[in-house]
């Protein structure tokens, strides 16, 4: 896959998942990266191999979220940052408010330091 549809990919994952206020886009994101990393191309999932492939990413993945969670306090979009991606108000709040975008541009960084460091 290329950069430019891996891009395309993730396009749904704003707003805690098309909008629905769940897990924010930065930790599905950062497990789908797992998946690439780790992953090989599956003909039988029920292979001890890819078991271990799929426990290696569950685990990590697991990591990352607990130790989001513990610096953030949250996973859930719209507990970080207080928009409710679901009405059009909270879109446009969101937009127009600064801090709250930056927040994320800060949970972003932190997947980024955290998996490369």
Same mark, same amino acid.
């Given at each position: 896959?290329?950069?430019?549809?891996?891009?395309?990919?993730?396009?749904?994952?704003?707003?805690?998942?098309?909008?629905?206020?769940?897990?924010?886009?930065?930790?599905?994101?950062?497990?789908?990266?797992?998946?690439?990393?780790?992953?090989?191309?599956?003909?039988?999932? /029920?292979?001890?191999?890819? @078991?271990?492939? $799929?426990?290696?990413? &569950?685990? *990590?993945?697991?990591?990352?979220?607990?130790?989001?969670?513990?610096?953030?306090?949250?996973?859930?979009?719209?507990?970080?940052?207080?928009?409710?991606?679901?009405?059009?108000?909270?879109?446009?709040?969101? /937009?127009?408010?600064?801090? @709250?975008?930056? $927040?994320?541009?800060? &949970?972003? *960084?932190?997947?980024?330091?955290?998996?490369?460091?």
């Amino acid at each position: 896959m290329n950069d430019d549809n891996l891009g395309r990919a993730a396009l749904g994952f704003g707003g805690g998942i098309v909008g629905r206020q769940s897990e924010c886009g930065v930790l599905v994101g950062s497990v789908m990266a797992l998946g690439l990393k780790y992953g090989q191309p599956v003909k039988d999932v /029920r292979t001890p191999e890819q @078991a271990e492939i $799929r426990n290696k990413i &569950y685990f *990590e993945g697991n990591q990352f979220l607990t130790a989001f969670a513990e610096k953030f306090g949250h996973t859930y979009c719209r507990k970080l940052t207080g928009y409710d991606f679901s009405q059009s108000d909270g879109i446009r709040g969101y /937009r127009q408010d600064q801090e @709250a975008r930056q $927040r994320c541009v800060g &949970y972003a *960084e932190f997947a980024l330091k955290y998996f490369i460091t």
